[in-house]
């Protein structure tokens, strides 16, 4: 599975509504699931950035679907990552001879 991180931003919409946040973070891992994506990790932050993400996937077609889905809300704005462990950064750097 391939792992990503997200940083995200509230909208607007999102912040007015706010005390919805741990209630949409419930509808977020329970979508999550529909797109073979595992909510790893949430926590809400202080700075730049209101929410950060880590999540794993089976291919970034999975995880894009399922990013699609949940900023169509309205409540976020959203920049993933794709992450890489040691290992795999290990193998992508064999790859250079």
Request: hydrophobic share 45%; aromatic share 10%; proline share 1%.
């Given at each position: 599975?391939a792992?990503?991180v ?14 919805d ?5 419930d ?9 073979g994506?595992?909510?790893r990790?949430?926590f ?12 794993e996937?089976?291919?970034?077609e999975s ?9 169509a ?5 959203t920049?993933?990552?794709?992450a890489f462990s040691r290992?795999e950064?290990?193998k992508?750097?064999?790859?250079l001879?």
């Open positions: 599975m792992t990503y997200v940083l995200t931003s509230f909208t607007d919409q999102g912040i007015r509504n706010i005390k946040t741990i209630k949409r973070s509808a977020v891992k329970d979508a999550a699931g529909k797109f994506v595992k909510v990790e949430l809400w932050t202080m700075g730049s950035y209101d929410l950060v993400g880590i999540f996937a089976p291919d970034d995880f894009t679907a399922f990013g699609l889905a949940i900023g809300g309205g409540n976020i704005r920049q993933s990552l794709r290992e950064m290990g992508i750097l064999a790859k001879g």
